[in-house]
């Protein structure tokens, strides 16, 4: 029963002295790795055939628009696509562990289960990132409508 | 279809048709913005928005790192003439940090290349392109 956590605490134990203070700034990424710069992954995503579609929000834009009208329309892109991926659970985590961050030491409830799980951690952040997005979007539009999910 | 005393109601199926509520087109929420334009006649300078923050342009190595996956990815659409990133210069508003500006040799190789670029995801943000006006580009009016 222990067997994965052994293993997740070891992985834990043998980066921290690497990453340590990584997760203060989880828009870092990928993280500064000295041993890892050789093989370093393009921060391209996927390819011409994966794409992100949101209906009624096009990712071409005219080049008349004002500055104002452009960082809004980003804005809300970026919270569409953040409720999308909360939405769907396409929480971008990648598959092979070697590719992720270290993990922060477990926390349990009474019943020992596990609180702070990756997809715990990385809903929470995304959360976050959008509740940032919609306060600043409301500098542009007071009249916003967020997400349904939203709070 | 009569079936006993209770009608069948025959639909067809598709994955996600309970959500299909969630799959109506998002309302725009931009005071005064009006897409219906389309992307306006191109040039051979592409503007990528969406991509960078300021805060990731700050460091010397990975600055170069971005500029390196960008040329690298453009360069798969047409011959790349020039790259600029404005970067963020303490307690200046610098015009145009945050977007990505691309001048390609021909305006059939900024088109290309904003076909297969729009979209994707670089540092998992959607990447939102537009062409950009060469003369101010020259002029660095970002």
Redesign the interface.
Known sequence: MSGKRDRDSDYDSRCKTVHQGYYAESTNWPPDMPDRRKKRRSRWGGDDKDKVFIPGMPTVLPNNLSGNQERAYLLQLQIEEISRRLRTGDLGIPPNPEDRSPSPEPIYNSEGKRLNTREYRTRKRLEDERHTLIQEMYKFNTDFKPPADYK | MQLGDKKLIVQRASVGAKNSQ????????????N?T????PPTEVL?L??MV?P??LRDE?EYE??LE?IK??CNKYGVVKSVEIPRPIEGVEVPGCGKVFVEFNSVIDCQKA????????????????????PDKYHRREF
Not at chain 2, 120 to 133: A, E, G, I, L
């Open positions: 969630m799959n109506a087109p998002v309302q725009v929420q931009v005071p005064g913005l897409l334009g389309g992307a306006g503007c928005m969406n923050i805060e990731e190595e790192d971005i996956d690298e990815e904003q076909q297969n670029l729009t979209g994707r995801k670089f540092n998992n943000r959607v990447v939102v392109t537009s062409y950009f006006d």
